[in-house]
């Protein structure tokens, strides 16, 4: 999710959450990681979402956050074990960066300088690892500027992507990253906001209710949450960036 | 705490985050992460431990653990925000570390080379990281032993202690550094084990309905949780490591 102003996932992660072993087979842990302003807060947990006592304050607790990342995992490299749930974070250039991976890596082993290890055994932390470590030799000390960072990260990601599926989310606070291989979707929620019917679980939320007319919401998908909403799929090697709850134009390359 | 079984903490956080607004002024945020294997669970907040939902959970919910840290906070340098709430968490050679700091340091401007920089504006984190680059460009690629690594350690937190008061805490996921400048002390729990009465709030527990003849737990803290146990106070400038709710001797210079 990234918006123009700090916004509850709530409704959103109840569905969501129903995936994690009750609708569908992602039963291996799960996590999800909000910023708010620079800091993060980030829960992880190698149980199903839909048996996590964290899960269910999440579900609850209605945390404000202008970008969030949540994964469900279904084990595929790596055990289940709390190192190898999603979100990963790491810090790059006084920023924390939040990731998370839906597919799988083969033949994936790229040079590590040490600059940033994998502590898990995932193909997704190890491709973490070695995205920021290559942003950090591109650019050094000196963060580049937006469209510097889309334009080199749209190099790295597709380098990775050839070694097979990398739906991909990547955020450091202010803007989001997507990258689709197979399977991405999103929908921005704006005035005028409708009633929306989650897909997984008999649940409604009225948006107009609670938003103003300045809100906009981007939320990015593997599968589509809601059945009455029109969700936009990415184009496979596709990598959109959200700011401000809205895709930006590609970088002129 | 740091202990040989895997040990819930839901006993001494229950009087520790009674002093995060409630018996004592330290209501500027908390936190607190346990170690599961490799894997971290990091939870902090900038509520109050006494008004925080997030607090409740931890109260209620026995994570078992073998190293854990948590701290509540009364803000010396660095505004009320998440990203200046305690513990801090990075990674080295593959590992998380977990870093939380009472006191507050003076001048302390080091050199950071871009490898480990602070996301929030405290002397803590700014220490942190400081010391994570220091271990990194003194030891490189290869992670030093455990007695290499707490004779370096002695002497770069002793550095940084000559800027203030440096109590610190400091855990990799198996041992666990304490520092003392001001104020540190540790009680072993170990068979035969007794009653324990929480200093901060009318609750006492029966360790031994609780634990088997070979558990053992280490807990430090800046200062006593119970009235009815002995703790031990550490010397200022000490650096202790604790392996497995132990004190190890010091390493031999």
Known sequence: MNCNVPTDIVFSFTGFAMRGGHTDTHHDGWGIAFFEGAGVRHFVDHQAAIASPVAELIKHYPIKSTNVIAHIRKATQGRVALENCHPFVRELWGRYWVFAHNGDLKDFAPVLDGSYRPVGCTDSERAFCYLLQQLQARFGAVPPSRGELHAALGGIVAGIAAHGTFNMLLSSGTELFAHCSTNLFYVVRQHPFVT???????????????????????VIVTQPLTTNEIWTAFLPGELKLFVDGWPEPAPIA
């Open 196 to 218: 929306a019917k989650l897909s997984d679980e008999d649940v409604s939320v009225d948006f107009s209710q609670v938003t103003t007319p300045d809100d906009r919401v981007a």
